[in-house]
């Protein structure tokens, strides 16, 4: 049977690196399959941290686990019923994220809370005669049970501007159905961009942007299955882990996630692993009516207020090292930071207090809060980046590296190289870690990935501008203009 | 006996008008005192809509007014002391600010919130020796109960850069204090910068950036008087209200606040209208201690959530007047609006959600939230007004007015001036309102008074930069350096 | 005959009046006509400032003027074959923009630029059988020989978003021709924003935005006309000079140009009148075949030199009176402004050095330069402005009139209104020119003018995408592709 | 003799590589000296790259060489005397840019400039009793004639915010004077930051912030000395050029000029080999009294002409190939680059209009253009790039390598990586290429060695305010207020 396992609950980081070399990911880089990601570059130092993170969980096993059926899982897995539920799931997404300092953005919990959703809603999904509702529930059951990480997959290839997969010039370019059996469903075409692809299972979730027509319906569905299925390939870029050494490229050798375009060769998914099947309906209200899009977003302003506090800190650090208090400017700096951070907790803290019990019982954040977070933040991340740019200055680009500090030239390293109040060796270690935080191809990635974390900001923009309504607020002006001011 | 009076608690708008007729304040604009302020230009229309908004309170008794010592009392004198307290206070100050669009900044709930406080944490007024607990309750009281409208004055002119009255070139250009008699003390100087002078009352609140010497105590100190009081002169600057109509100019017309240089030519100041005394700690400490900086911050953002939701009413009319739904640009510039007020409604609640009792028994909304909310504010506000230029265009400027409407031309108008969707008289209305809310003198006194509604923005991030606390960011980025992630 | 006149050449200030007062133009303002506009407000400061302007460019006759049969002419009205000549003409607009610190935006050379380079070039208007370049040269040759001033409108009024004013709701709302007899044609319809209304003559100019249809043959058209033809309206927007004194309004009481909707009911043109009839063809190249725009946006250029010295002088005796010297912020500001300068002189310079002699035989600037110019200027005026807001501060609110100076209070005035380098007097005649660049009804509709002087900046921006040939740049990239490095 | 040699005058790569291997620069990189820079990566790439713009010179002769005592020497070395010679010069210099697409920022012609203008002015030298001015001539000519490649160091190491070497913690860490013998001078200490280490010669050039102390003359020389020579260390950062393949990396593979640290460790310079010597005054007017100043950053305005143009032909690819033709913000965006390169192109033409003869007979392109130039270009490049993140969005991160166009599966890419305009292997090429441009380290060390080329901009911002005179803006301003235009 499909699910059957073990079943133990939350895992520690060998069983993580077990399982992986058990049921390798269809891993391809650079042209060739790798066969064995734990111990190839550029996935191995990637596998290294994520079953660091399992180990994690375990040394905060009050913040970050549960009990369910007698077992310990993780917390991310939650459907919170009160706000207490809430700020502790909070805690929990926080704790995770501070592993990584945020830079993990598919960490799994990212994933687990929109099974989590699905789960708790899951009679969404018999809706119009579908019957799927028992399929997400054991689905989520064994994932979480399991502990497993999920890596997944929204958006079609477009060849142009239209986002309906059939419109495209090549209809055969977008993941598709192409044949559906008792048992099954396979599945032909391409779907980007799957990050953390060496994850146990890949979760291949709708596209919003569909229209209504008979056509369109081969191209909605969901499903979940192992990433190391038959007939699927996740072609991996080119890494921003170069393998060199964790002590010049302190984040680059830690947090690379690594993104894929997924390749579907006739891949065959049980009726058991299928979420949804040829209902555009359910594709479009999939995110919002489970309450996975406030759940999602949720997680990510925790991580968020993480990594914006890294910058904090990382920033704090080089003023004080490099006695830069006295400047106006550099205060200007620090004081955007800090707002920005306080933006972010806000926003987390509102997303609660205006949390409410949605039809299937599950409480969810107040969205306006959180839409609001991730169309600020790709605003303010690239500019945290560039204030480490701006107060690092040359000390980013004149640094030599721990080698050196090691070899023949140490003494002229001890020498040269110290600053206002921080000896060489520590100015070498600050540096080069704002170096990883601002300058380095690893910097560059999380800055484009924040940027489009959610999507065009063009387009979001616009989807807010449909969106919001505003009648309210209207309205005011309406009576002002009338001279009838309430 | 000085604060004997009838103590009617709520006020309706003739009482204002009568007091103010009794007791004119020391107006002078133009080279000359004007002694009828109620009547004249360019005080008439600006009394008329603070009256109004005391009969305002009537229209909404349930959400503005409570009930102290058998009477109705304005909410914005409360103390809260529960969360749900706080919200009930916000409740008000949002529908307080709603009867100006958040245009008058200085609506008389802004200074009763430092009032309330003081009155709250009276204690604290006695440190050092001093004896002033009992004078700050009864004015207090005297003040909510008579419903008093204040304005205040925090700022020493300056010929210099340096903070210090003391230490300026003529040390007699700040107020201070000349003499001390039984009764009370004598005040010579001048100082900046008194917002709606024809209120009842002037706070002369202490200005914190001093220095510690024997010198400066005679500019430490803090009291309330009369706006009447003889000796006191408001030198008021030119006003943004011309005097013309309320249809052609709706916000120039009713909202001029009106800002002035307060002289002190020998007042006198009874011992018990004192609240500090050449105390140049309590001075210091002032604001901070009694929660008034929080609950005005508080108040202030109530205020600007009002403000903000005014502009994108606005906005939102003039897209969809001039048929601009279609553009992403236009698209973005709502957006932007709207996260803005996300933003400020985010920080509202964060502070109620971290309210927190001082020891004085008062609950105080958490300050960090506000703080962020008073740095970012300057930032957006003038976003807002150029977004309304933006989407105006010239349609801000080829406008006729009201009285084109019903001249020999208005069937030209009627013709030439309708916009997409809207009739050319209402188009003419709405866009009138667009300039007056972007693009007249008075928008601009907007936009200054927000831009350093809290003092310089440069020095409000020195501010923040020394006093947040990033021991902790810097803390996890220092482990994360050591290899010691917890 | 209808050229017929003195045709004395370059005017003085007293000819500007008397023909005024002859032929006043059909002002209508709130509602009414204005028989008198020499001595009417709004408009009498502007017709003052205009004939004064008239009188200056005889105190610089070397810059200002030129021989032309056996008088003196504008320069403005001249036709530069040379270098040197345009260099000359450079000069003599930047001189006739100091008149006014570049707050003319709309000052009579603005227009002389285009008639000229029309009248130089115009073998064009004979194009697809049109007979018109006697019309052209005897109406430039009117113009320049009697030195009048102009306005002009090119925009149609528009209901919905399409261009074409025959697609719109109400195809009788844009100016269009409706009888045509044997000496002449008739108008009916609006036209936007005749700037300086109370010009003599009225330039009513082709709109490029048409399609090529039979229907918009109608609107395809050129004339000019005496603004005080019969049957032509021109309505005002409200003034931003209230009529207030020269001294607290430094700027609003000298430069308000007026913005005016021009209605034709019935105006009737004659044929010698007429620059273009129904021909779309020469309505599309009008403007760049005769070099006009290149011409114009080299006059515009030149102003905006004069205007942002202005805003650099005036911030600099800002920095200099309040002592701000000592700030970076500060100089980061002065700086903006500085490279600000260099660019507009930068593109003037590189418009000259590229300037080629065109078909016609007339030497055009550079256009590129140009173009980037009206591109980048739009966004350095409104930082310009603000500039001045953030240094100026509070300092631009508590600032007393001069009649305060005059007035009883003029010793608390003169103590308490110094600032660190400047008697009260010299502070506040400084800060009122400040507050009227910055904050004023004027300053915000210069804003206005300039961010919207060539057409809204989006469709710009979308102009040069289309227009600006990047093959070149495109090619050199495709060789590095291709790995041939040329 | 110390400068006989071949004299061949231009050089061709091969020369390049033969003197480099016999006079290996002292390179140590990640703790190891690297005594064989041609063959051994991070060097090999860059020297590689440096050869061919020495043969690349050959393919331009007519552009980029001139002829000097019968033989051919490069252009970079003309000391021009009539605007046709600047001209040609700088289309010499825009050629040679032109090589690396402006990304080989210190590329030899940079220095070239400053040396010639010594020479040209090497009367300068003798001031004050100093006789440099042979040594100077002869160095200039025995670089010219030899064609050597420079690198250069200008600053100080500093411990704290005072710029003077000498009031630093440890007044030995900056590179000074420890011992003087007749044939020569010894230096100990350090200087920063030298880019392109693998040249053949060091010019050590002076640092101009130094206090007038006779303390502080130890540090005032100036001197160029071979790469190679004994005691000299180049301590280089770590490079980003991570030795991959050229097609997936095809700028950091190739224009990786290496920035380093440069130690003296007991370096005798012979006194032919010095320019300056315990002179403050020489080095405070070293670069501006020489013209250097402006003749360098003529060299950088070229080079950022061809910089800015490679960015729009760049997103004119990329729009075009994925077919972004129809977004007005993409239009937006590529305008904004549009116009930075008139901007630049303008700077470069305004300098030279503006050259005038220096009193030592060279010509001197103007200054305040170019001055204007460098303070904008820091502000404009980091957005080039931005919009190459923002308009490449996903397209940027989802992407393959060339292995991968060439490994099983092959088919799969082609498929799926194809874009609207584009077959996929030319998307691969064209997106590699931008990702290379804008999220690779190698671009990230571009924005930051622009941002920072001239120094701190916040210092060149007070530098600004400093030196440019505004008096005739002020001037122009008081007429006004004293109503006096002129």
Chains 1, 2, 3, 4 share one sequence.
């Not at 921080?422 to 540096?431: G, T």
Request: aromatic share 12%; charged share 25%.
């Amino acid at each position: 049977m499909l699910f059957d396992s073990e079943k133990l609950g939350a895992r520690k980081g060998e069983d993580v690196i077990r399982r992986l070399k058990q049921h390798p990911p269809n891993l391809w880089y650079r042209g060739k399959q790798v066969t064995n990601p734990c111990s190839t570059h550029p996935f191995k130092n990637s596998i290294t941290t994520l079953s660091s993170l399992y180990d994690y969980q375990w040394k905060h096993p009050n913040i970050m686990l549960m009990n369910e059926g007698g077992r310990k899982v993780s917390k991310a897995f939650s459907v919170p019923k009160e706000k207490s539920d809430l700020k502790g799931l909070g805690k929990a997404l926080i704790k995770s994220a501070q592993f990584s300092q945020g830079m993990l953005g598919r960490e799994p919990a990212y994933l687990n809370r929109s099974v989590s959703c699905f789960s708790a809603c899951s009679n969404f999904f018999d809706v119009g005669g579908s019957n799927f509702s028992s399929n997400v529930e054991n689905l989520y059951k064994y994932i979480r049970d399991n502990d497993l990480s999920m890596t997944h997959t929204l958006i079609n290839p477009r060849q142009n501007r239209r986002n309906d997969p059939n419109f495209q010039l090549d209809p055969t370019v977008a993941a598709h159905i192409t044949k559906e059996t008792d048992s099954g469903i396979y599945i032909n075409g391409a779907r980007l961009l799957a990050t953390l692809p060496f994850a146990d299972e890949l979760a291949v979730f709708p596209s919003r942007l569909m229209s209504m027509s008979e056509a369109s319906k081969n191209y909605a569905f969901a499903f979940i299955i192992p990433t190391s299925s038959s007939g699927l390939k996740f072609i991996c870029r080119e890494s921003v882990d170069y393998g060199l050494d964790k002590n010049n490229y302190p984040l680059s050798s830690r947090y690379e996630e690594m993104d894929a375009v997924v390749v579907f060769d006739n891949v065959f998914v049980p009726w058991e692993r299928v979420l949804c099947h040829r209902d555009i309906d359910i594709c479009r209200n999939f995110y919002d009516t489970t309450g996975a899009t406030a759940h999602i977003a949720y997680q990510v302003v925790c991580k968020n207020i993480v990594k914006t506090e890294f910058y904090l800190g990382l920033v704090s650090l080089m003023i004080r090292g490099s006695d830069l208090d006295g400047f106006q400017h550099v205060h200007q700096k620090m004081a955007e930071l800090w707002a920005g951070l306080q933006t972010m907790k806000a926003f987390k803290t509102a997303s609660e207090a205006g949390a409410r019990t949605n039809v299937f019982g599950m409480l969810v954040p107040d969205w306006d809060p959180l839409d609001a977070a991730r169309f600020i933040f790709p605003r303010l991340y690239p500019r945290m980046v560039e204030i480490v740019q701006e107060l690092g200055a040359s000390g980013l680009v004149a640094l030599p590296t721990k080698e050196d500090l090691q070899g023949p030239l140490r003494e002229d390293i001890k020498k040269y190289f110290q600053s206002a109040r921080l000896e060489a060796q520590d100015k070498i270690d600050l540096y080069r870690l704002a170096w990883d935080a601002s300058l380095s191809a690893f910097a560059a990635r999380q800055i484009q990935y924040e940027r489009f974390f959610f999507g065009d900001p063009v387009q979001m923009s616009s989807r807010i501008f449909r969106n919001k309504s505003c009648s309210e607020a209207m309205h005011r002006v309406e009576n002002f203009l009338r001279r009838d001011v309430q």
